[in-house]
């Protein structure tokens, strides 16, 4: 899954719209679910209080976005 096939997938649903960052969170960021890019690595977690949980790595964007709609969706944990 792509960046732009996943805000596709976001626009079907305003379940989770308010709580999706692509990008590294800002600091005053809170209950949020986090998809980021760092170097070649994809991550994607839940950030709260200026922590990160549930952090899982990919090496590519098409695993880390298909994971995360998955997550979102209640299918992966």
Sequence with gaps: ???SEFKEFLNKSDKYKKAIIVGKPKELDNNVYVIE???????????ERGKSF????????????????????????
Excluded: H, I, P
Aim: proline share 0%; glycine share 8%; hydrophobic share 40%.
């Design 1 to 3: 899954m792509t960046e």
């Design 37 to 47: 890019q760092v170097g070649v690595t994809w991550l994607t977690y839940y950030f």
């Design 54 to 77: 549930s952090v899982k790595l990919f090496d590519n964007e098409g695993d880390a976005f298909e994971y995360f709609a998955k997550w979102l969706s209640g299918v992966e944990r």
